[in-house]
T-cell receptor, first 117, second 116 residues
C-alpha cells in the first residue's frame, strides 16, 4: 500500500539556519510525484516544491530544496536560511497512479516547524 | 491569477444539522478535489471530479456526504446530517488535469467546521 511517513512531529530551528524535514514513502508504482506543502496557521496549503520519480536532479525552488534519495525512498525538504515566516506545518505528499489511475494525493501527518529569533 | 476560492471560512453547527461548502477552482482547471483534514492529521481525499464527472469517491461517507460539480466549474460539498466527528477543515483543491503524476494541486483557504 502507498504510504507517506513523517517521523518528526515538531522541529525547532534558529533564524537564518538551515533545517531538514524528513519524509519517507512507500509505493510500488514506477511513476510517482513527491510534493511538499506548507500550511500556516491560516489553514491554506501552499505548494512549495515538486520532485518526479524519474528526475535525475534534486528539485530546488528558492530557499527550498528536495533531497531525493530514490533507493532509500526518502524525499527530505531542506529550508536554507530560515525566516520567522517559515513557522508552519509542513506536509509531504505523494501522487501516482493509485487505485485505478486517478492520481490520488496521499499526505503524511506533517511536521510543525518553529523558527526562533 | 485568482486562486481557489472557498466559502464560508468558518461554520459552527449542531449535530444532526446540515451544512454546505462552496468551492470555485482556478480558471481552466479541469480537476477539482475535496479533502477533509482532521486536527493533527494530513488531508484525506473525499472526492475527485474531472470536469463534472466523479472519478474517485471511494472515501466519501455517502450516507451523509454528497458533492456535485454540475457545470464543471464550481462545486458544493454537503453534509446531512452532521456528526461530531465531522469537525474538521474541508479543503478544496484544483489542478489542470488528473492524468499525470506531475500535476500540481493548488488549495483554497479551507472551511473550518465545528460540530457541537
Amino acid at each position: 500500500a502507498q504510504k507517506i511517513t513523517q517521523t518528526q512531529p515538531g522541529m525547532f530551528v534558529q533564524e537564518k539556519e538551515a533545517v531538514t524535514l524528513d519524509c519517507t514513502y512507500d509505493t510500488s508504482d514506477p511513476s510517482y510525484g513527491l510534493f511538499w506543502y506548507k500550511q500556516p496557521s491560516s489553514g491554506e496549503m501552499i505548494f512549495l516544491i515538486y520532485q518526479g520519480s524519474y528526475d535525475q536532479q534534486n528539485a530546488t525552488e528558492g530557499r527550498y530544496s528536495l533531497n531525493f534519495q530514490k533507493a532509500r525512498k526518502s524525499a527530505n525538504l531542506v529550508i536554507s536560511a530560515s525566516q520567522l515566516g517559515d513557522s508552519a506545518m509542513y506536509f509531504c505528499a505523494m501522487r501516482g497512479t493509485f487505485s485505478g489511475g486517478y492520481n490520488k494525493l496521499i499526505f503524511g501527518a506533517g511536521t510543525r516547524l518553529a523558527v526562533h529569533p | 491569477e485568482a486562486g481557489v476560492a472557498q466559502s464560508p471560512r468558518y461554520k459552527i453547527i449542531e449535530k444532526r444539522q446540515s451544512v454546505a461548502f462552496w468551492c470555485n477552482p482556478i480558471s481552466g482547471h479541469a480537476t477539482l478535489y475535496w479533502y477533509q483534514q482532521i486536527l493533527g492529521q494530513g488531508p484525506k481525499l473525499l472526492i475527485q471530479f474531472q470536469n463534472n464527472g466523479v472519478v474517485d469517491d471511494s472515501q466519501l461517507p455517502k450516507d451523509r456526504f454528497s458533492a456535485e460539480r454540475l457545470k464543471g466549474v464550481d462545486s458544493t460539498l454537503k453534509i446531512q446530517p452532521a456528526k461530531l466527528e465531522d469537525s474538521a477543515v474541508y479543503l478544496c483543491a484544483s489542478s489542470w488535469t488528473s492524468g499525470r503524476s506531475t500535476d500540481t494541486q493548488y488549495f483554497g483557504p479551507g472551511t473550518r467546521l465545528t460540530v457541537l
